[in-house]
């Protein structure tokens, strides 16, 4: 089994910023691509930045330039820098991780719990 924990979450000022940390831990053999998914209010959750496991990025159209995916694969941890925050970046946040654990030979779909994201005007 493999958890995901995720923090940074918060009440910030439009204009502000965060950092939101996902950690894996257990069983694991090797993360590969990993996402940060939101959801807002009455809407349906998107996709916000995606990193491989060779560091590749990508972004949702809104988010460019503003926010930053990275991960410390020794530590087991993605990371999203979240700049220039607006309040229609409010949301929950989560990390949506595949990870092979040890012994097996295909990657499962993990998912966190969610951390909650305000921005005020």
Known sequence: QVQLVESGG????A???LRLSCAASGNIFNINAVGWVRQAP???RELVATITSDGTTKYLDPVKGRFTISRDNAKNTVYLQMNSLKPEDTGVYYCNAFVTETGSSYPIDYWGQGTQVTVSS
């Open 15 to 17: 204009g502000g910023s």
């Open 42 to 44: 009455g809407k349906q």
């Open 10 to 13: 918060g009440l910030v000022q």
